[in-house]
């Protein structure tokens, strides 16, 4: 079937639900999502959202910014982090006005807590600036959005998988997608295409990312001719549950809890004396595993305790419900009274697919913008989390760069009218489906998928180094060629998850080649990447963005300058 919309957004989580609720009344929009809407990735987020309300401590914008730019290490683009950070205290309000109930302080203002990496006064202390619902922040906003978007008749494409992007060879002009329910085919005009498809932590075994996080829409850019941008920054939180990777909110140390090795030890101390635990998390994540390869790990293991133990029944209940309540389901253990255990996990990917601050796809070094194409959330990389994110500034980001999104989807397609698709569009995908649904091969999915989750755990998560990184890039490409080579997918028509997931096979290797070849030729340490061989960051040499190509002759390396406006980079301490 061929449907028509002014705007098609790929994509039901916070950033894609923010741009439609923003064209709603002015411009037909379609969403479409893979999972029920609600079921998005944003919907698990614990700890909260960043803005210097300055409710519970003095705070500036300001303050906010430094702070981001530092936890970058220096490669977040400070334009598109001030822009950010300027309207945070206006989007809490927006979501308040909205319904959103956040939590309050004795007084009925909304309250704040403290989270990695946010200080007061460039750097001294921690500061109180992230807003929450307990520990369910992106629960009710993505309720809250979803509301909105059904209130303002948003055309929902719900289970939904959107197979491919439709260039005319000017511009993009709509989106494939395959009907969950029965297996159809759709072909989606719009004047403007937006992808918000959420990350791809997946590629890797152990991860606190939602299924879905397969990194679909990242790939369909890529396929399509888009560079990525800055891949190599993939952020591990220190804090995933043991040995499950299932996420404990930094709130748990925003509120007090510490962590402790073997020894009984509260060895943040020693790795950052201003801000202990809650320095960024790349620094709290690489400082537990040098821990415990230094065998100082429980009982000689690769975790360590996140101890909550002194906080008390009363505000582990109001405060840190879910984290509680998933410790005692999945490990049996009651954090009032024990420690839990945790160790890093795959959370975020800071990169992506390059956008200016309006979420304009941009397909090269100089900025030349993919016309009809948007992007926004995590799939896209603006970039204002630079080599690391700090914590609840993504839902800030989703917010902040969805609604930029929708403003300039508004005002692009005022001027043009739809472009009829090239008319082989569901032709190619039926063809592609078929190919999967015959195959003769021998290999199994879900033996090639545990292959690139092991080996990026190896090869690509917090230490890398040229040996490891240059034979993963071999390991991907074998395992590429396993995939040319795999069985027929079972052909049932309804909720044909096989079919699914051979599709997201073949996304997430392809970016597993991207995120090594970039950690490859990045040889210094910056953020999340750190470089066993080059543990030094290098900013004569690396203070740019890193762009991946496909070209007929493999992948191509190219680089942009980091836009500098306030800070100049200095050595990061906390
Ligand atoms: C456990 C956890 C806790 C977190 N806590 C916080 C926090 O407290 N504060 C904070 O700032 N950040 C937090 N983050 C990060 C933040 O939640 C994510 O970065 C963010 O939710 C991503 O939102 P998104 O709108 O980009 O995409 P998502 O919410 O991931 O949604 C992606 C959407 O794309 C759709 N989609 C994907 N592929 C396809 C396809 N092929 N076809 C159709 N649809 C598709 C999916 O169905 C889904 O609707 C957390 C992340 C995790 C995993």
């Known amino acids: 079937m061929i449907f028509k919309h002014d705007i098609v957004i790929v994509g039901a989580g916070l950033a894609g639900l923010r741009a439609a609720v923003e064209c709603v009344g002015q411009a037909d929009v379609a969403v479409v999502s893979k999972v029920f809407p609600t079921r998005s990735h944003s919907g698990a987020a ?131 997608t ?24 997946r590629i890797y075994q152990t991860t606190s990312n939602g299924f879905a996080s397969t990194g679909d829409g990242i790939h369909l850019a890529y396929q399509s001719g888009i560079p990525l941008e800055d891949m190599e920054f993939i952020q591990f939180h220190p804090t995933g549950l043991y040995p499950l990777g299932i996420l404990v909110s930094e709130a748990a140390r925003g509120e007090g809890g510490f962590l402790r090795n073997r020894l009984g030890e509260r060895f943040m101390e020693r790795y950052a004396p201003t801000v202990k635990d809650l320095a960024a998390r790349d620094v709290v994540s690489r400082a537990i595993l040098t821990e415990t390869r230094e065998g100082k790990g429980i009982s000689g293991k690769d975790y360590v305790h996140l101890d909550l133990t002194h906080l008390g029944e009363e505000r582990i209940s109001e405060r840190l419900w879910e984290i509680a309540s998933f410790a005692r389901i999945y490990l049996g253990i009651d954090p009032i009274y024990d420690p839990i255990p945790v160790q890093p996990t795959c959370h975020y990917v800071m990169g992506g697919i390059p956008t200016d601050v309006d979420g304009r796809v941009l397909m090269d070094e100089k900025g030349s913008i993919a ?52 008319t082989d569009a569901l032709r ?19 033996d090639i998928r545990q292959g690139m989750q092991s080996l990026m755990m190896k090869r690509g998560s917090v230490f890398r180094n040229e040996e490891g990184l240059k034979a993963g890039i071999e390991e ?21 998850f096989g079919f699914m997931e051979a599709i997201e096979l073949d996304h997430q290797l392809a970016l597993s080649e991207v995120i090594l070849f970039s950690a490859l030729h990045r040889r210094e340490s910056r953020g999340a990447h750190y470089r066993e061989d080059f543990p030094a960051r290098a900013d004569r040499y690396f203070l740019k963005h890193t762009l991946v190509f496909q070209t007929p002759k493999g992948l191509q390396v190219r680089y942009k300058p980091v836009k500098i406006t306030r800070f100049q980079p200095e050595a990061r301490v906390y």
């Open 46 to 176: 614990q700890g909260g959202i960043t803005a210097s309300l300055g409710n519970e401590e003095e705070d500036h914008w300001e303050w906010h910014l430094f702070d981001t730019v530092k936890g970058s290490d220096y490669l977040g683009d400070q334009d598109a982090i001030e822009i950010m950070v300027k309207d945070a205290p206006r989007v809490i309000y927006e979501l308040e006005h909205l319904g959103v109930p956040f939590s309050r302080t004795t007084e009925g203002k909304i309250a704040q807590r403290y989270f990695g990496g946010h200080t007061r006064d460039y750097g001294k202390s921690p500061v109180k600036r992230a807003c929450y619902a307990a520990d369910r922040t992106g629960r009710v906003v993505l309720d809250t959005l979803y509301d909105q978007c059904l209130r303002h008749q948003v055309k929902f494409y719900s289970e939904n998988y959107a197979l491919s992007l439709i260039f005319d060879g000017k511009k993009y002009v709509g989106v494939v």
């Open 178 to 201: 395959y009907d969950l329910a029965n297996g159809e085919l759709h072909l989606l005009q719009g004047k403007a295409i937006l992808l918000a498809t959420g990350g791809c932590g």
């Open 371 to 422: 016309h009809g194409l948007f992007a926004a959330g995590e799939c896209a990389c603006v970039s204002v989390h630079g080599a690391n994110r700090l914590g609840c500034n993504s839902l800030l980001d989703l917010l902040v760069f969805g609604r930029r999104s929708g403003l300039a989807m508004k005002q692009a397609i005022s001027t043009l009218d739809h472009q009829t698709p090239p």
């Open 428 to 446: 190619v995908m039926e063809e592609k489906i078929k190919k999967l649904f015959t195959a003769t091969g021998k290999e199994k999915i879900g």
């Open 476 to 496: 991907i490409r074998s395992l590429k060629e396993r995939y040319k080579n795999i069985g027929a997918v079972d052909k049932r028509k309804a909720f044909n």
